[in-house]
Nanobody
Framework: QVQLVESGGGLVQPGGSLRLSCAAS????????MGWYRQAPGKQRELVAT???????DNADSVKGRFTISRDNAKNTVALQMNSLKPEDTAVYYC?????????WGQGTQVTVSS
């Protein structure tokens, strides 16, 4: 049983920053790949960034140089630091956990970038 709870979303102006956090329950966190996905209205859910259990990261081309994913295994948390935000970053952001065939999703947190 795994529960993922996102926080940190909100309204920010273009060029601003937000930091999202995801808190996970269960001992599986330390061996799982974590990630952030996002979904805007009328669009498919897309991968934003991932981080493996040993800290290897990967970012989507659209956010490279602006977003940073990190994890703290001692606290069972994963974060997404978002800088230089653009209106096209507006979406619901979802925390994701995968270990082998087991997958879990958070409920999502809204990020709105608008002036």
């Amino acid at each position: 049983q795994v529960q993922l709870v996102e926080s940190g979303g909100g309204l920010v102006q273009p060029g601003g920053s937000l930091r999202l956090s995801c808190a996970a329950s269960g001992s599986i966190f330390s061996v799982a790949t974590m990630g952030w996905y996002r979904q805007a209205p009328g669009k498919q859910r897309e991968l934003v960034a991932t981080i493996t259990n040993d800290g290897i990261t990967d970012n989507a081309d659209s956010v490279k140089g602006r977003f940073t994913i990190s994890r703290d295994n001692a606290k069972n948390t994963v974060a997404l630091q978002m800088n230089s935000l653009k209106p096209e970053d507006t979406a619901v952001y979802y925390c994701y956990l995968r270990f082998m065939s087991f997958v879990s999703w958070g409920q999502g947190t809204q990020v709105t970038v608008s002036s």
